[in-house]
């Protein structure tokens, strides 16, 4: 059983950062790939991120490659979403999510692959 708290959401105007962070509970978070996904109202949940558990391989949604960065940091068992350059069309609701996988290479994109979710932190940008 794995528990994620996201914490970092709030209001920021457009072209500024937030870092949102999730934490993880367990003995066993390295052996879990992460991701972060968003929902803005009447949508459905669209994958943002995701990086396997060594830290080693990351992927990024096409619409915020280039602004935001994963990380991870396995002592700490939190993962991590630098979002720079923002945009009001990133406003959502932020959820981290964990699935169990020792892949190096494999990053999984669907929602449905994942086995733990967070409750969100929101995130809006404002124009």
């Known amino acids: 059983q794995v528990q994620l708290v996201e914490s970092g959401g709030g209001l920021v105007q457009a072209g500024g950062s937030l870092r949102l962070s999730c934490a993880a509970s367990?003995?066993?978070?390295?052996?879990?790939?992460m991701g972060w996904f968003r929902q803005a109202p009447g949508k459905e949940r669209e994958f943002v991120t995701a990086i396997t558990w060594s830290g080693g391989n990351t992927y990024y949604a096409d619409s915020v490659k280039g602004r935001f960065t994963i990380s991870r940091d396995n002592a700490k068992n939190t993962v991590y979403l630098q979002m720079n350059s923002l945009k009001p069309e990133d406003t959502a609701v932020y959820y981290c999510?964990?699935?169990?996988?020792?892949?190096?290479?494999?990053?999984?994109?669907?929602?449905?692959?994942?086995?733990?979710w967070g409750q969100g932190t929101q995130v809006t940008v404002s124009s």
């Open positions: 367990g003995r066993t978070f390295s052996s879990y790939a």
């Open positions: 999510a964990a699935r169990k996988s020792l892949s190096h290479i494999v990053v999984v994109t669907t929602p449905e692959r994942y086995d733990y």
